[in-house]
């Protein structure tokens, strides 16, 4: 259970997810050789070292480990297209979240500094990559440090760096969840730099699934023998328009990106005339439930 009364929830269960379904059983041999082809890949990331931290590099890594998983990869024409052809800043690129393979997908498509969870810098197959992305981690129970955490992703935006953040702030089964979190999205504000939404969708021989979705109480190894096991298994990364920070506030902003993440035809807030006050103008304690907003 959340230790705070701010840190987001999802309903998503270990019964949300689908385990068992027609055709999905790669088969012992087919998932021993997975296993075989992900150590060696795992042991090439760790000798690369350095270069790991080189965008193609890691965008390689990235895309070898989704291979070794049996994970198909796809995505629109130009991807990402981060940072913003003309943008001064780097750009904030969010997305819903669903399982530890977005991270994968999203470095495979673009590499960028990723702001996650502190756990996942701990996390088997992707935890090495997203240390040597640049993660920021965060820690969801303590977040009395995210004034500074959103500090520092306005300062990496503005020197030019491309961040992705999950701002739902937990996993779901599908979709993007509740409404997304808006601090982080006070650092594109700050920064004055651009919003990329991006939607993830995974789908089990073409129909959608919940089957890679982590969620709950299962544990990263059961949910890594599940893909492991899967035959059939796609993740598509799909880009929408970028928004512009001029003329709105974190909350509208938010909203705008949780409607093109979702698909939907949301009522997105006018910004607020004065806007909230920024993590810089309140209290640091009264900032965190005030970025929250």
């Given at each position: 259970?959340?230790?705070?009364?701010?840190?987001?929830?999802?309903?998503?269960?270990?019964?949300?997810?689908?385990?068992?379904?027609?055709?999905?059983?790669?088969?012992?041999?087919?998932?021993?050789?997975?296993?075989?082809?992900?150590?060696a890949s795992l042991a090439g990331a760790a000798a690369a070292g350095k270069r790991l931290g080189e965008r193609e590099e890691l965008r390689a890594r990235a895309r070898s480990l989704l291979a070794d998983l049996g994970v198909s990869l796809s995505c629109e024409a130009d991807g990402l297209a981060v940072p913003v052809p003309g943008a001064r800043t780097g750009t904030l690129v969010v997305a819903n979240h669903i399982s530890w393979l977005d991270v994968l997908a999203l470095l495979a498509v673009q590499p960028a500094a990723v702001l996650a969870k502190r756990e996942v810098g701990q996390w088997p197959v992707v935890g090495t990559l997203v240390r040597r992305a640049g993660t920021r981690f965060i820690d969801r129970e303590g977040l009395r440090g995210l004034p500074d955490?959103?500090?520092?992703?306005?300062?990496?935006?503005?020197?030019?760096?491309?961040?992705?953040?999950?701002?739902?702030g937990t996993t779901w089964c599908s979709g993007p969840g509740d409404p997304f979190r808006r601090a982080t999205f006070q650092a594109a504000l700050?920064?004055?730099?651009?919003?990329?939404?991006?939607?993830?969708?995974?789908?089990?021989?073409?129909?959608?699934?919940?089957?890679?979705?982590?969620v709950g109480e299962g544990t990263f190894a059961a949910s890594l023998r599940r893909v492991a096991a899967t035959r059939g298994l796609s993740v598509r990364v799909?880009?929408?328009?970028?928004?512009?920070?001029?003329?709105?506030?974190?909350?509208?902003?938010?909203?705008?990106?949780?409607?093109?993440?979702?698909?939907?035809?949301?009522?997105?807030?006018?910004?607020?005339?004065?806007?909230?006050?920024?993590?810089?103008?309140?209290?640091?304690?009264?900032?965190?439930?005030?970025?929250?907003?």
């Amino acid at each position: 259970m959340n230790g705070s009364a701010w840190a987001a929830v999802s309903p998503c269960t270990a019964a949300c997810v689908a385990d068992d379904l027609p055709g999905a059983g790669a088969g012992p041999a087919v998932t021993v050789r997975r296993y075989a082809a992900l150590v060696a890949s795992l042991a090439g990331a760790a000798a690369a070292g350095k270069r790991l931290g080189e965008r193609e590099e890691l965008r390689a890594r990235a895309r070898s480990l989704l291979a070794d998983l049996g994970v198909s990869l796809s995505c629109e024409a130009d991807g990402l297209a981060v940072p913003v052809p003309g943008a001064r800043t780097g750009t904030l690129v969010v997305a819903n979240h669903i399982s530890w393979l977005d991270v994968l997908a999203l470095l495979a498509v673009q590499p960028a500094a990723v702001l996650a969870k502190r756990e996942v810098g701990q996390w088997p197959v992707v935890g090495t990559l997203v240390r040597r992305a640049g993660t920021r981690f965060i820690d969801r129970e303590g977040l009395r440090g995210l004034p500074d955490t959103v500090r520092e992703l306005g300062a990496l935006l503005r020197s030019g760096e491309s961040v992705i953040v999950f701002p739902g702030g937990t996993t779901w089964c599908s979709g993007p969840g509740d409404p997304f979190r808006r601090a982080t999205f006070q650092a594109a504000l700050d920064a004055g730099a651009p919003v990329r939404p991006v939607t993830l969708t995974y789908a089990h021989h073409g129909a959608p699934t919940t089957l890679p979705a982590y969620v709950g109480e299962g544990t990263f190894a059961a949910s890594l023998r599940r893909v492991a096991a899967t035959r059939g298994l796609s993740v598509r990364v799909t880009p929408h328009s970028v928004l512009h920070p001029p003329g709105h506030d974190r909350r509208s902003l938010a909203a705008l990106a949780h409607a093109a993440v979702s698909g939907a035809r949301e009522t997105v807030p006018a910004p607020r005339t004065p806007g909230l006050p920024s993590h810089a103008a309140v209290g640091h304690a009264a900032a965190v439930p005030a970025l929250l907003l």
